[in-house]
């Protein structure tokens, strides 16, 4: 294991032994290739950097008490970049060869799998992208997928259950309303670049999308899903522009287990004021808790028009930290997996 203070890790990159690679030409993939240089040719014209033809997912492999590594839920990600590079017209990796490769990038970098006693792990970057020279605007022909990984620690440090501030800034969305905002690709995270900094920049750790078409009810934050907890329900957004998460979808799973009920539905931005636990949800973040939520008609504007308050403001809530607990539970072998969401993979 590589000597790195795991705790003082963030949610950033650091560099690590090798990146896994397939090239697809003349409708096959190639096998894959394990390359240490990170710095791949592409020819300028690549569709990639003209026309954001990129899709990308994310997954974490952890350590487990019992010393053997897992990888969470691969298949849901192989599924989902699927989904998104149909959107695009691109050719994709089977379920299979997304899998094997995954599991080839854990064992090039196995190394740097933090210790089952931080709160670290070993993320790992899918990523999908046309390659062939173009000028013309259409989908690629041909694609390079690859898989980067990176140890990383939680988005506020060591302490993944901090919670944060979030605003709403009704004058952006993230996602037009028949656009999307229900596949990962990169053009999507393009258009918050600028509201994110602005949000930031105010001192708000996450921002708040409402929906495109009324601009009143709530989608998802910038790069998680929105989750809130009223009597005993746990409630998240039902909308075709929100990205289906892999984490929410289990969170979901593991609160119907622990006696909850689970509501999928449109949530008006004004319920906020009833919710006892508000929450980001995703693969990077886990989840993190929202202790409050500013709703601003302009984001640019210092006017708050509605300021709303979840607990403590200092302490994740009660029930949000069960769920949180269970899920790190399953990834690290604590708890049992009974609905085989992990792969293990063999590492020297
Ligand atoms: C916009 C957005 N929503 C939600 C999520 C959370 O999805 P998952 O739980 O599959 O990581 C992510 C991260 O992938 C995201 O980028």
Same mark, same amino acid.
């Given at each position: 294991?590589?000597?790195?203070?795991?705790?003082?890790?963030?949610?950033?990159?650091?560099?690590?032994?090798?990146?896994?690679?397939?090239?697809?030409?003349?409708?096959?993939?190639?096998?894959?290739?394990?390359?240490?240089?990170?710095?791949?040719?592409?020819?300028?014209?690549?569709?990639?950097?003209?026309?954001?033809?990129?899709?990308?997912?994310?997954?974490?492999?952890?350590?487990?008490?019992?010393?053997?590594?897992?990888?969470?839920?691969?298949?849901?990600?192989?599924?989902?970049?699927?989904?998104?590079?149909?959107?695009?017209?691109?050719?994709?990796?089977?379920?299979?060869?997304?899998?094997?490769?995954?599991?080839?990038?854990?064992?090039?970098? +196995?190394?740097?799998?933090? /210790?089952?006693?931080?709160? &670290?792990? @070993?993320?790992?970057?899918?990523?999908? $992208? !046309?390659?062939?020279?173009?000028?013309?605007?259409?989908?690629?022909?041909?694609?390079?997928?690859?898989?980067?990984?990176?140890?990383?620690?939680?988005?506020?440090?060591?302490?993944?259950?901090?919670?944060?501030?979030?605003?709403?800034?009704?004058?952006?969305?993230?996602?037009?309303?028949?656009?999307?905002?229900?596949?990962?690709?990169?053009?999507?995270?393009?258009?918050?670049?600028?509201?994110?900094?602005?949000?930031?920049?105010?001192?708000?750790?996450?921002?708040?999308?409402?929906?495109?078409?009324?601009?009143?009810?709530?989608?998802?934050?910038?790069?998680?899903?929105?989750?809130?907890?009223?009597?005993?329900?746990?409630?998240?957004?039902? +909308?075709?522009?929100?990205? /289906?998460?892999?984490?929410? &979808?289990? @969170?979901?799973?593991?609160?119907?287990? $622990? !006696?909850?009920?689970?509501?999928?539905?449109?949530?008006?931005?004004?319920?906020?004021?009833?919710?006892?636990?508000?929450?980001?949800?995703?693969?990077?973040?886990?989840?993190?808790?929202?202790?409050?939520?500013?709703?601003?008609?302009?984001?640019?504007?210092?006017?708050?028009?509605?300021?709303?308050?979840?607990?403590?403001?200092?302490?994740?809530?009660?029930?949000?930290?069960?769920?949180?607990?269970?899920?790190?539970?399953?990834?690290?072998?604590?708890?049992?997996?009974?609905?085989?969401?992990?792969?293990?993979?063999?590492?020297?």
């Amino acid at each position: 294991m590589k000597n790195i203070d795991w705790g003082s890790l963030k949610f950033a990159y650091t560099k690590t032994d090798a990146v896994i690679y397939s090239l697809y030409k003349d409708g096959k993939w190639s096998s894959p290739i394990v390359s240490e240089d990170f710095n791949l040719p592409l020819n300028c014209y690549a569709g990639v950097y003209h026309y954001g033809s990129s899709c990308f997912e994310g997954l974490k492999a952890f350590r487990g008490v019992d010393g053997k590594i897992r990888l969470f839920r691969p298949d849901q990600n192989a599924k989902r970049m699927q989904t998104s590079a149909k959107f695009l017209d691109m050719a994709y990796p089977s379920e299979e060869l997304f899998i094997q490769m995954c599991i080839m990038s854990v064992q090039a970098n +196995s190394e740097y799998i933090p /210790p089952v006693d931080s709160s &670290a792990s @070993l993320y790992l970057r899918p990523l999908l $992208m !046309g390659i062939n020279p173009q000028l013309g605007i259409r989908s690629s022909d041909e694609a390079m997928f690859i898989i980067m990984a990176s140890p990383v620690g939680t988005y506020s440090g060591d302490l993944s259950l901090v919670p944060g501030k979030a605003v709403i800034g009704r004058n952006y969305d993230r996602a037009a309303h028949q656009g999307s905002g229900g596949v990962k690709i990169g053009a999507n995270y393009a258009q918050s670049l600028h509201p994110y900094n602005l949000a930031h920049n105010q001192g708000y750790r996450e921002l708040l999308f409402v929906d495109s078409k009324t601009n009143s009810m709530i989608e998802e934050f910038g790069s998680s899903n929105f989750f809130a907890i009223k009597n005993n329900t746990y409630i998240t957004p039902s +909308s075709p522009s929100v990205l /289906p998460s892999i984490t929410n &979808a289990c @969170l979901r799973t593991v609160a119907e287990d $622990m !006696g909850l009920k689970v509501e999928r539905r449109d949530i008006p931005v004004e319920e906020l004021a009833e919710f006892e636990e508000v929450n980001s949800c995703g693969t990077a973040v886990v989840i993190t808790p929202i202790c409050s939520i500013d709703d601003k008609q302009i984001l640019e504007n210092p006017e708050v028009q509605h300021h709303y308050t979840f607990g403590d403001g200092t302490h994740c809530g009660p029930i949000s930290e069960k769920l949180y607990n269970q899920i790190i539970g399953i990834q690290k072998g604590k708890i049992e997996d009974k609905y085989g969401w992990n792969i293990f993979v063999d590492c020297k």
